[in-house]
């Protein structure tokens, strides 16, 4: 069955990322992602798999294709599944792994908010099975960072489509006001779901 694209889990206006970011961003470039990877999954089953070729072929552009759709659908559902909340995180159970993870709550959005200024798409907050232990990790690009077997619980967007009509270039502006949207409760849904079947 092919990728249907979700609707936005959130109605509310968001505290200073406008109605207009969030309509392109989700309307437009998220469902661009959803409709590229149902064409380059169709594309591949298509394809002449004899011509592969690792310097340059058709096949090796549809792979390339493939999980840069795929984790652009992937990580921009967990980025709207994180929005609409009003960035308060207590009552968590995240917050207590977050405070032992990074020794307080303000340590942790320093380090979260360095990953969004050091990546150039994506800082992701993931569970890592191989140490049961929370990341921070930085994506490049949609097809470039990503830790095998993680489970991204966070994803900031830090591409400037994501902030560029709202604040310009003033990424860390954007970052503190993500912070204010952010849903902790699903946040920790995710987590908790995760950490107990590991
Ligand atoms: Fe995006």
Redesign the pocket.
């Known amino acids: 069955m092919a990728h249907q694209v979700q609707p936005l889990p959130f109605s509310k206006d968001l505290d200073g990322i406008s109605k207009k970011t969030v309509e392109i ?1 989700h309307d437009k ?2 469902a661009g992602y959803v409709a590229k990877r149902n064409e380059v999954e169709a594309a591949i089953v298509q394809a002449d798999a004899s011509k592969a070729n690792q310097i340059y072929s058709a096949y090796r552009g549809l792979k390339e294709g493939e999980t840069f759709a795929a984790n652009g659908m992937i990580l ?1 559902e967990v ?1 709207f599944s994180n929005l609409g909340g009003n960035g308060d995180p207590a009552g968590t159970k995240i917050l207590d792994t977050i405070t032992t993870t990074w020794g307080s709550w303000d340590a942790f959005v320093v380090a979260l908010t360095a990953t969004g200024m050091a990546a150039r798409g994506w800082a992701i907050l993931a569970y890592d099975p191989s140490d049961a232990k929370l990341h921070l990790y930085a994506a490049d690009s949609q097809n470039q960072g990503g830790v095998w077997g993680c489970t991204p619980l966070l994803a900031l ?1 830090v ?1 400037e ?2 902030y560029f009509i709202d604040v310009g270039s003033d990424r860390p502006t954007y970052i503190k006001n993500f912070l204010k949207n952010i849903d902790w409760q699903a946040v920790d849904k995710r987590y908790q779901a995760v950490a107990a079947s590991s």
């Open positions: 961003h470039l998220y921009h980025h967007d591409y489509h994501a």
